[in-house]
């Protein structure tokens, strides 16, 4: 059974609530505002719209439209990560991996990171609109309402099921990418959204071993919280046999050539020797090398999907 939060929200956010925000100079203030956005996570969404863009065109889709749709993207992404430092931010002041975000110091007021992630959303629906298509643009509005209403307030506090629900969020960026140059969403589209879809789990499961006692203590029912870590690394185990499962359907539906395929058998064989080793061993360190392994592994995973368009073999 989860252990009851340490703190209820009201106890939580009534400090940050009445404490004056820092006054900073222009350029710290500047900085805070793009933490809000959490740069690292919208560096790796976009990893996975690009290679969907260019799988999508079987080539180089123009330099314009893939400017725009990572434009509109990063709008988009950092306006839901703003709102959700707004919803978070009890959470992050009892965790010590998020105290020094720019709510809990106190950098910026909630009322304004919630002001700015907003009209970061906004804007970012009416710049995919404009220059890219409608399609895109809703696909990308709809991630952002999915993430802060569905995972953020409804899943991540009442069910260790949170992540597994809440990674569609995340894997909506390749279908942004597709719609961006073909104006739908294809099965081979679907393919790239389940392998995102997919990867989500063990990846922030073994971050939540890594972080196992912040999360408990912050009351969140992360999976190794909930059913331990013996549970947990099971899960993880299964979820990347899964993941190599959508890995070779997408090989499949989209008629991707042996680039591709060797990549993803190699990347594959690499994320599940991990998941085996973390199920021996089921320690922080260890869940910590598969977490750092499957950033990568995303990543070069969908650069060999692109690299494969114009690569033969």
Same mark, same amino acid.
């Given at each position: 059974?989860?252990?009851?939060?340490?703190?209820?929200?009201?106890?939580?956010?009534?400090?940050?609530e009445?404490?004056?925000?820092?006054?900073?100079?222009?350029?710290?203030?500047?900085?805070?505002?793009?933490?809000?956005?959490?740069?690292?996570?919208i560096?790796?969404?976009?990893?996975?719209?690009?290679?969907?863009?260019?799988?999508?065109?079987?080539?180089? +889709?123009?330099?314009?439209?893939?400017?725009?749709?990572?434009?509109?993207?990063?709008?988009?992404?950092?306006?839901?990560?703003?709102?959700?430092?707004?919803?978070?931010?009890?959470?992050?002041?009892?965790m010590?991996?998020?105290?020094?975000?720019?709510?809990?110091?106190?950098?910026?007021?909630?009322?304004?990171?919630?002001?700015?992630?907003?009209?970061?959303?906004?804007v970012?629906?009416?710049v995919?609109?404009?220059?890219?298509?409608?399609?895109?643009?809703?696909i990308?509005?709809?991630?952002?309402?999915?993430?802060?209403?569905?995972?953020?307030i409804?899943l991540?506090?009442?069910t260790?099921?949170?992540?597994?629900?809440?990674?569609?969020?995340?894997?909506?960026?390749?279908?942004?990418?597709?719609?961006?140059?073909?104006?739908?969403?294809?099965?081979?589209?679907?393919?790239?959204?389940?392998?995102?879809?997919?990867?989500?789990?063990?990846?922030?499961?073994?971050?939540?071993?890594?972080?196992?006692?912040?999360?408990?203590?912050?009351?969140?029912?992360?999976?190794?919280?909930?059913?331990?870590?013996?549970?947990?690394?099971?899960?993880?185990?299964?979820?990347?046999?899964?993941?190599?499962?959508?890995?070779?359907?997408?090989?499949?539906?989209?008629?991707m050539?042996?680039?591709?395929?060797?990549?993803?058998?190699?990347?594959?064989?690499?994320?599940?020797?991990?998941?085996?080793?973390?199920?021996?061993?089921?320690? +922080?360190?260890?869940?910590?090398?598969?977490?750092?392994?499957?950033?990568?592994?995303?990543?070069?995973?969908?650069?060999?999907?692109?690299?494969?368009?114009?690569?033969?073999?």
């Amino acid at each position: 059974m989860i252990t009851e939060p340490t703190l209820t929200v009201d106890e939580a956010v009534r400090p940050s609530e009445d404490v004056g925000v820092v006054p900073l100079p222009l350029g710290e203030r500047v900085k805070a505002y793009i933490a809000l956005t959490k740069p690292r996570i919208i560096e790796l969404l976009l990893i996975t719209t690009v290679p969907s863009m260019i799988v999508a065109a079987a080539g180089m +889709p123009p330099l314009g439209l893939i400017l725009w749709t990572l434009i509109g993207g990063s709008l988009a992404a950092g306006g839901a990560n703003a709102i959700n430092c707004y919803v978070d931010r009890d959470i992050d002041e009892v965790m010590p991996r998020t105290r020094r975000r720019p709510l809990p110091t106190h950098r910026v007021a909630p009322r304004d990171a919630l002001i700015f992630g907003t009209a970061l959303g906004v804007v970012a629906f009416f710049v995919l609109w404009a220059f890219v298509n409608l399609v895109a643009a809703t696909i990308s509005i709809g991630a952002l309402l999915f993430y802060v209403f569905v995972y953020t307030i409804g899943l991540k506090r009442s069910t260790p099921q949170n992540i597994v629900i809440g990674g569609a969020a995340g894997a909506a960026p390749a279908l942004v990418g597709w719609a961006a140059v073909t104006g739908t969403v294809e099965l081979p589209a679907l393919a790239l959204f389940g392998i995102i879809f997919y990867w989500t789990p063990p990846h922030f499961w073994a971050l939540a071993l890594r972080y196992e006692k912040d999360y408990a203590a912050a009351g969140v029912p992360m999976m190794p919280v909930v059913y331990g870590r013996d549970e947990t690394v099971k899960h993880i185990l299964l979820y990347s046999f899964l993941l190599l499962a959508l890995c070779l359907a997408f090989f499949s539906v989209a008629r991707m050539g042996l680039v591709y395929l060797g990549a993803a058998v190699i990347l594959n064989a690499g994320f599940i020797g991990l998941a085996i080793r973390l199920y021996r061993h089921p320690e +922080p360190r260890v869940a910590w090398d598969l977490f750092k392994f499957s950033i990568y592994y995303l990543a070069l995973l969908f650069a060999s999907a692109a690299i494969d368009q114009f690569i033969t073999l």
